[in-house]
Nanobody, 115 residues
Framework: QVQLVESGGGLVQAGGSLRLSCAAS????????MGWYRQAPGKQRELVAA???????NYAYSVKGRFTISRDNAKNTVYLQMSSLKSEDTAVYYC?????????WGQGTQVTVSS
C-alpha cells in the first residue's frame, strides 16, 4: 500500500512563498509521475504541476513562472516551491502519484493566502 504524506502548507501573505513536500512510502514498483492538484471551495480539483520519471514537467497556466515542481528520486519525495502567491492560490493541495495503472492521493494540505 502506498502512502503519501504532505507537509508545508499554512497561512502566508500575498506575495509570499511556501514550499510543499510530499513523501511517498510503501510498496512502490515504478513511479510514472508525481504531482500536485488543488481544490478551492466550490471548485473542481485542478492540476497544478506534475513531473514524470523522465523529469518532464507540466504546469497549470495560472502558476507558470511562479511555482516550481521538483523531485528527489532517492527519497520518493516531490516538492512544490510556490512564490508570488496570490489569494486565488488558496486551496487544499493534494499530492498524487501514478504507478502502473494506479493513482494514489495524499490527504491534502491547506494553503491560505491572505491579501
Amino acid at each position: 500500500q502506498v502512502q503519501l504524506v504532505e507537509s508545508g502548507g499554512g497561512l502566508v501573505q500575498a506575495g509570499g512563498s511556501l514550499r510543499l513536500s510530499c513523501a511517498a512510502s510503501g510498496i512502490i514498483f515504478s513511479i510514472n509521475y508525481m504531482g500536485w492538484y488543488r481544490q478551492a471551495p466550490g471548485k473542481q480539483r485542478e492540476l497544478v504541476a506534475a513531473i514524470t520519471k523522465a523529469d518532464s514537467t507540466n504546469y497549470a497556466y495560472s502558476v507558470k513562472g511562479r511555482f516550481t515542481i521538483s523531485r528527489d528520486n532517492a527519497k520518493n519525495t516531490v516538492y512544490l516551491q510556490m512564490s508570488s502567491l496570490k489569494s486565488e492560490d488558496t486551496a487544499v493541495y493534494y499530492c498524487t502519484l501514478g504507478s502502473g495503472l494506479s493513482t494514489h492521493w495524499g490527504q491534502g494540505t491547506q494553503v491560505t493566502v491572505s491579501s
